[in-house]
């Protein structure tokens, strides 16, 4: 958990390229729910690609619920979705009671994910070199490139399409919206964050000649040292069945090993339609911590739920 101080922090900041806003319900002056609202900042690059869209998250005490009060978050919802044109809002959830209520305001799951953990502790670090080595065996003429704590600001804007490129690779299920895209503001932002808080960014790159063949990055944070939060794991079309997921997550891992003795765990997330990568864990030790649904809702769909007989009385006693 992130401190006060952290949280006050991340909420009170400005972020290149989106903007945030919070509703939140009280009951005197007790917080009981709270919704959060993260789009496309006005003017920043390719907004009209964007602008349809919006992120959600947020909930309500468990003393609390059944009272309406989520309800009336999401009449705030739906009125900001009108007043801004926002064609679509995502959110992710992993309680039984969030899929539950989901489904019943008639939001519909996109895409499942697993969030993936493994222990360090007693890894067969011999069988993983013999992984990292393997590739380039297979697919002569490769390179290693490998950054950690930073990577140097051109050379992160000259990564920042590939990457763009590779992420849109990944399965998505039936989640509508824009492609995914690593931009170089964003990351500057990021990297402004790890400076105030102690953090590392770690990268592990396959080239052959200036193109990227496979990629394997993470992040470490110092205050929660105990883990390593590994992201993007891609290999290019023209790359795969040679073996380089399995050479660029072992050298991750041996990377983590070397840097971060304190770290007795990896947390990755995957869709559960990766086959390839899903195995890929399996066969090194990560278990299955917690399934997220991602779910998507329109104002169309809102508006339905929300003119019911029972939203109607659920907003009467939350007021």
Same mark, same amino acid.
């Given at each position: 958990? =992130?401190?006060d101080?952290?949280?006050?922090h991340? %909420?009170r &900041?400005?972020w /290149?390229l989106?903007?945030?806003r &919070?509703?939140?319900? &009280?009951?005197?002056?007790?917080?009981i729910?709270n919704?959060? =609202?993260?789009?496309?900042?006005?003017?920043s690059?390719?907004?009209?690609?964007?602008?349809?869209?919006?992120s959600?998250?947020?909930?309500? =005490?468990?003393p609390?619920r059944?009272?309406?009060?989520g309800?009336?978050l999401l009449?705030h919802? *739906?009125?900001?979705?009108?007043?801004?044109?926002?064609q679509?809002?995502t959110l992710s959830?992993h309680l039984?009671e969030?899929?539950?209520?989901?489904g019943a305001?008639?939001?519909?799951e996109?895409l499942?994910?697993?969030?993936?953990?493994?222990?360090?502790?007693?890894?067969?670090?011999?069988? *993983?070199a013999?992984?990292?080595?393997?590739?380039?065996?297979q697919a002569?003429? *490769? &390179?290693?490139?490998?950054?950690a704590g930073r990577?140097?600001?051109?050379?992160?804007?000259?990564?920042?399409?590939?990457?763009?490129?590779?992420?849109?690779?990944?399965?998505?299920?039936a989640?509508?919206g824009p492609?995914?895209?690593f931009?170089?503001q964003g990351? *500057?932002?990021w990297y402004e964050?790890?400076?105030?808080?102690?953090?590392?960014?770690l990268?592990v790159?396959?080239?052959?000649?200036?193109? %990227?063949?496979? %990629?394997?990055?993470?992040?470490?944070?110092?205050?929660?040292g105990?883990?390593?939060?590994?992201?993007?794991?891609?290999?290019?079309?023209?790359?795969?069945?040679?073996?380089?997921?399995?050479?660029?997550?072992?050298?991750?891992?041996?990377?983590?090993?070397?840097?971060?003795?304190q770290?007795?765990?990896?947390?990755?997330?995957?869709?559960?339609?990766n086959? /390839?990568?899903?195995?890929?864990?399996q066969r090194?030790?990560f278990v299955?911590?917690?399934?997220?649904g991602?779910?998507q809702i329109?104002p169309?769909?809102?508006?339905?739920?929300?003119?019911?007989?029972?939203?109607a009385?659920?907003?009467?006693s939350?007021?």
């Amino acid at each position: 958990m =992130l401190s006060d101080a952290d949280f006050e922090h991340l %909420v009170r &900041r400005q972020w /290149p390229l989106v903007e945030t806003r &919070r509703f939140i319900a &009280r009951a005197g002056d007790e917080v009981i729910g709270n919704l959060y =609202l993260e789009s496309r900042r006005k003017g920043s690059a390719d907004y009209d690609t964007f602008a349809p869209h919006l992120s959600i998250g947020g909930g309500v =005490l468990h003393p609390h619920r059944r009272r309406g009060v989520g309800t009336a978050l999401l009449r705030h919802l *739906l009125g900001f979705m009108e007043a801004h044109q926002k064609q679509t809002a995502t959110l992710s959830v992993h309680l039984p009671e969030a899929h539950a209520f989901l489904g019943a305001i008639g939001a519909t799951e996109k895409l499942r994910m697993f969030e993936n953990r493994l222990a360090l502790a007693g890894l067969d670090w011999p069988e *993983l070199a013999r992984w990292k080595d393997a590739a380039a065996s297979q697919a002569t003429g *490769l &390179r290693w490139e490998i950054h950690a704590g930073r990577v140097p600001s051109d050379r992160l804007a000259q990564l920042m399409g590939p990457f763009s490129q590779l992420a849109g690779d990944m399965p998505r299920g039936a989640l509508a919206g824009p492609p995914l895209r690593f931009e170089l503001q964003g990351h *500057l932002g990021w990297y402004e964050e790890l400076d105030r808080t102690g953090g590392d960014h770690l990268v592990v790159l396959l080239l052959d000649g200036d193109e %990227v063949a496979a %990629v394997c990055s993470a992040h470490w944070d110092a205050r929660f040292g105990d883990r390593v939060y590994q992201a993007l794991t891609a290999v290019a079309r023209r790359w795969r069945g040679k073996g380089l997921a399995k050479s660029v997550k072992a050298a991750m891992l041996q990377l983590v090993h070397e840097r971060y003795p304190q770290a007795r765990m990896i947390i990755t997330s995957n869709a559960e339609t990766n086959g /390839p990568i899903l195995t890929i864990n399996q066969r090194l030790g990560f278990v299955t911590h917690r399934r997220n649904g991602h779910y998507q809702i329109d104002p169309q769909t809102l508006r339905r739920f929300l003119s019911r007989p029972q939203a109607a009385s659920d907003r009467a006693s939350a007021h």
